[in-house]
């Protein structure tokens, strides 16, 4: 990638295509003091009160400096390297390479906590695996009641849920989930009832004295690219027709509708929300229902394989924290009577952890 100039005006080239740089893009971009506040970065002008005419008059360019002049008499000198990284998907986490895994996954992406470890580069490079596996499990986390609430809030902000800023995850008389139950859990998202869906969860493991109760995960990407390419009237369906998600308590009710599988712009996997016990599917053409029944029986049979589930036991310390919006999660039956099974949770969104990330690129110059 380069900067060109040619007859006062200003060329971005990346792989032998050649682009003008509109002059009001620049305009928009003088960060002199007077124009830009320098501890919010946020501008001190009002861009849609600049005139519409905005011409460059005078251009300079050196090797790390764009210098432009322009009609309405302001005076700019603009690093060409921040120029260069508005035209690049670096500080984008959405280009960061997801790996796709399913049952073959050995190695689980611990890292181990310290006091101090939200301002190192160890939470960087957590994060980054965070983005690439769809999970990442903190090990020797400090077992203090609500400790999730902080570790939470020290990457973000916590999203608070009608189940409070966090929740207790133990057997219970009188639930109302499943979760609080010693039943087993088959793979599925959270909250798929809600809008937004809440997009990271994090589960910190307060006691585990039970043999059972064994955590599960499942990647949704790799599953969606196998329903994908083996069954593609499944995958069409399910990515097209909405369901309504619903969750009834004793104080609200909550429901959204939506794709089963929803796809980005792109056409790319996004987002799962599989919670077969709290879906409802509109009522269609018979064939039309047949063909959708048929492809939620296929990829729960998927979800549920050995094939794709990895399961491990989480100890006393581990905070496990998931991508909500691309993977499953569930866990084995237990026996209450064996011992407490006791964790917390919480949930965070992705604004939280890619704010967090770009701070740390930009304090370690990454």
Request: hydrophobic share 35%.
């Amino acid at each position: 990638m380069k900067i060109e100039l040619s007859n006062n005006k200003v060329f971005f080239e990346k792989k032998g295509l050649k682009k003008e740089i509109h002059p009001f893009w620049l305009r928009e971009r003088v960060n002199e003091e007077s124009f830009v506040d320098k501890a919010t970065q946020q501008r001190l002008f009002d861009p849609t009160e600049l005139k519409k005419n905005v011409e460059i008059k005078k251009l300079n360019l050196s090797e790390k400096f764009l210098e432009i002049y322009f009609n309405d008499g302001v005076k700019t000198k603009l690093a060409i390297q921040s120029i260069l990284k508005e035209f690049s998907n670096i500080n984008d986490v959405r280009f960061i390479e997801k790996i796709q895994w399913d049952s073959s996954l050995k190695n689980l992406n611990y890292f181990d906590f310290k006091e101090n470890i939200f301002e190192e580069k160890m939470m960087y490079d957590a994060l980054i695996s965070f983005y690439k596996y769809g999970f990442i499990i903190f090990k020797n986390v400090p077992v203090q009641n609500n400790f999730i609430v902080n570790f939470a809030n020290s990457i973000g902000s916590v999203r608070r849920t009608n189940f409070g800023e966090f929740f207790n995850v133990k057997s219970k008389p009188n639930p109302n989930d499943l979760a609080y139950t010693s039943l087993a859990l088959a793979p599925h998202t959270d909250n798929p009832y809600r809008n937004p869906v809440p997009c990271i969860q994090l589960l910190h493991c307060i006691e585990n004295k039970v043999s059972g109760g064994l955590s599960t995960l499942v990647d949704g990407n790799t599953v969606t690219e196998k329903l994908k390419k083996n069954f593609s009237d499944y995958y069409k369906i399910l990515t097209e027709i909405k369901v309504r998600y619903q969750f009834i308590d004793k104080n609200i009710i909550l429901e959204d509708w939506a794709e089963m599988i929803q796809l980005d712009e792109n056409k790319r996997f996004k987002q799962v929300r599989f919670s077969p016990r709290l879906d409802f599917v509109p009522l269609m053409e018979k064939e039309k229902l047949e063909l959708y029944y048929s492809a939620r029986n296929k990829i729960s049979e998927l979800y549920n394989s050995d094939d794709y589930k990895i399961e491990f036991k989480l100890t006393p310390g581990d905070l496990l924290m998931m991508d909500n919006y691309r993977l499953l999660h569930g866990r084995t039956s237990y026996d209450a009577n064996e011992g407490e099974r006791f964790l917390q949770g919480c949930y965070i969104d992705y604004d939280s952890t890619e704010g967090k990330l770009k701070h740390l690129k930009r304090k370690f110059n990454l």
